[in-house]
């Protein structure tokens, strides 16, 4: 069993852990307004992708996934909230006013764009479905693999806003502030080519 969990932690670690939407949304805001301000996004990050690894378990993502069109319209509402996103992530205050700005993005936004993530439904599904710790017994693996891949959502939410707010605690200069927010920001508008790509 130990090593099933193993397993499904190697196999979590790429694909949940990698730049998406999501992560990269997380590094942005935090280089853009600073850990603290950051942690009500973080958590409704957290929370969507929760909701979404529950829709898993269920098999409810089954019927989501076998609608193309209700598909595309998740990934064009996910594409168009990026693009708003980016925009603010660009524009932040930067310098000491970015970490006490109010206009960060808060917990709906960030549990918006965790439910809408076509690449959360992907990685999350693939290393759900594909994996198996307690395979003789059908409610501890769906327990064992619930809480494992929160763990991995929790770990990998916090290290990528930390990844970005240790940016922003040394960009107090205007010119190298507004630079760095906004190459985040263009990392995810080109998250959003494979969102509409289907990748």
Not at 80 to 95: R, S
Request: hydrophobic share 60%; aromatic share 10%; proline share 6%.
């Amino acid at each position: 069993m130990a090593d099933n969990l193993l397993f499904l932690w190697l196999a979590a670690l790429p694909l949940m852990g990698s730049p998406g939407p999501a992560t990269l949304s997380l590094a942005g805001l935090g280089s853009a307004f600073g850990f603290r301000v950051g942690l009500p996004y973080m958590f409704g990050i957290i929370v969507g992708t929760m909701v979404v690894l529950l829709m898993i378990a269920t098999g409810v993502t089954t019927l989501v996934l076998a609608q193309p069109i209700l598909l595309a319209i998740l990934s064009g509402i996910a594409g168009v909230y990026i693009l708003y996103l980016a925009v603010k992530i660009a524009t932040a205050p930067v310098g000491q006013v970015a970490a006490t700005s109010e206009n960060a993005p808060a917990f709906l936004p960030g549990f918006s764009l965790a439910i809408a993530n076509p690449k959360a439904f992907a990685a999350i599904g693939a290393v759900y479905s594909s994996h198996s710790i307690a395979p003789d017994n059908l409610i501890v693996d769906t327990t064992c693999k619930l809480l494992a891949l929160t763990v991995v959502i929790l770990v990998f939410s916090v290290i990528w806003l930390a990844f970005g707010a240790t940016f922003s605690k040394f960009l107090r200069n205007p010119m190298i502030g507004r630079a760095t927010n906004i190459v985040f920001a263009v990392m995810l508008v080109l998250s959003v080519g494979s969102l509409w790509l289907g990748k």
